[in-house]
């Protein structure tokens, strides 16, 4: 009975912390890419991925998992300052710092993912060769214009991919919340190549993008938290 209500209390919890998580996702859809992102994109953007790092501090404060992920999703916080100072001023040395800090968050995810596995299939690390290959194309068949930060983009694809495949492994052997949000945040990142690197004929269309974007890369970030 007690353990009942512990679960109970705990589900209660979780439904309202998505709430509040999604509620400042929908904050942040009404300041991007209009007349409010000068002023107010960067605080909100901020204010929503410090809303993931204290989901995880209160949902696993006694986790011994907690430290695996917090370095991994405080790597992700810091990329997104850098993504939002680009997404305001367009600053290429800023984009880059932010493509290694959220390197670093996959190194971290990935890091967490095989510490609480047994083993690592060896197709996980190889296969990312893949869809390095396929943004070589990409870059070329849609004109995403990259210029030098086209190799750290593409160094960038492989960690991704490899964070990405550990997930949907981690999903084929019974812990399928990891792999829907590793498949999440390839998605997010697909989105964000052409969001930064492709040149919309309408404003709208970029919008729906950013979108689509944060709200895929949010809830990635959401499902992890919830799988530990």
């Excluded at 705990?10 to 000068?38: H, P, W």
């Excluded at 790597?75 to 390197?103: P, T």
């Excluded at 609480?116 to 214009?145: A, E, M, S």
Aim: aromatic share 16%; hydrophobic share 55%; with cysteine.
């Amino acid at each position: 009975m007690r353990a009942l209500t512990i679960w109970t209390l705990g589900g209660k919890r979780m439904i309202l912390e998505t709430i509040i998580y999604v509620a400042l996702i929908i904050a942040l859809f009404f300041v991007c890419d209009n007349s409010l992102s000068k002023k107010f994109y960067i605080p909100v953007k901020m204010l929503c991925s410090a809303a993931f790092l204290v989901i995880l501090w209160i949902n696993q404060f006694y986790s011994e998992k907690l430290w695996l992920m917090f370095w991994a999703l405080l790597a992700c916080f810091v990329g997104d300052l850098m993504m939002a100072l680009y997404n305001n001023y367009l600053n290429k040395q800023v984009i880059a710092l932010g493509i290694i800090a959220f390197m670093l968050g996959h190194v971290g995810l990935l890091n967490y993912m095989c510490r609480i596995t047994d083993k690592t299939n060896v197709l996980v690390y190889i296969l990312p060769v893949i869809p390095c290959v396929v943004l070589v194309v990409i870059r070329k068949l849609c004109h995403l214009h990259m210029g030098s930060l086209f190799v750290p983009c593409l160094v960038y694809s492989y960690f991704v991919s490899t964070m990405t495949l550990k997930a949907l492994e981690c999903g084929l052997n019974g812990q399928p919340v990891l792999g829907v949000a590793g498949t999440l945040f390839l998605i997010s990142d697909f989105t964000i190549m052409f969001l930064y690197f492709y040149h919309y004929h309408k404003q709208s269309n970029k919008r729906l993008a950013h979108y689509f974007e944060l709200g895929a890369y949010y809830m990635a970030i959401l499902l992890f938290i919830y799988s530990i």
